[in-house]
């Protein structure tokens, strides 16, 4: 099936995820300029609760969720959103990120056409702390996305604010076999002083570390050519909950393709909020399973991914 030029950007979304972030998301794609573009959201859910938007091709599958388990299905909600898009390439984002850049897809588009073999993944990620989301929301509704988006204050490291004053931060980093490289995290210095008090060694403690720990890269972002998406069979929908898709995608990436992390000029800006979805024991079951598969090799992994995405979604 011939492709049409231009950039489909993809959107998951599942839970109870916050509609605000959501249409701040949906302010920076249609800010890109110099390209063509179509917005694709996919909601797993009860029942849909995302507002009809202008311009956003939106397809919804249901799911009851278990009993005191978020168990969505992160990699499923992805493929149904590609396979119901129609451009020649694809970026992945999630809806708790903004574009700065308006011209950031167009920039994507020309290095993948001087370079068709190559993906790239994992841009670099500023944080808009979540006591600072309230304000830029408000700078939104009253001056609309593009001059909220000029009001944020770059001063230091790893931050985007709505204020210029100094956030104490604590940093930390640690190698990852699972990504390939030394990761960076940061949080703000009195939630890791909150976490240290309340948390540190408690039972859920997993599920309280995602609000005040965040890589200083977007993990689940990618940008790719349709084709290549197909010839590696998408992203594998044996992961449930939080984590191990985009891992697992971008390591049938590596393997076949060139893939590179995004240029660093190319930042996104994580919009921070709580992280009520994590499971410790659905994360570790994700880990085993992505170790598993690396183990039975890339091929014969792929092949199966191939035959699922066939048999799901390509029956026609």
Known sequence: MKRL???????????DFDIGRYLLCIDSIKMQ???DKEIVVSE???KSRFPKVEGVKYVFTYHKPKKNLSDFNPGKIRNIAIVNSTKEYVYTMDADTILPDPFLLKKLVKMLEKNPNKVF?????????????SEFKKWRDELGFKKALKKLIINQN???????EYRKLKIFEKDSTEAGYRKTFTSLIEDYNKYVE??????????????????NRQCGSNFFRREQFDEIGGYHEGFINWGCEDSDLQWKFREKYNLRFF????????LDHPKGYVSPEMWQLNEKKSAKRKKEGVDPTIEYDKKILKKEYYKK
């Open 158 to 164: 790893f931050l985007v604010k709505t204020s210029p």
């Open 121 to 133: 993944y994992r841009p670099l990620m500023r944080r808009l702390p979540l006591d600072n989301f």
């Open 263 to 270: 240029p660093k000029k190319l930042e996104v800006i994580h």
């Open 5 to 15: 030029k231009g950039v489909s950007v993809i959107i998951p979304i599942y839970g």
């Open 44 to 46: 797993q859910g009860v």
């Open 33 to 35: 300029k110099g390209v």
């Open 198 to 215: 309340e948390r540190l060694g408690s039972e859920d403690n997993l599920n309280f570390w995602p609000v005040y720990w965040n890589e």
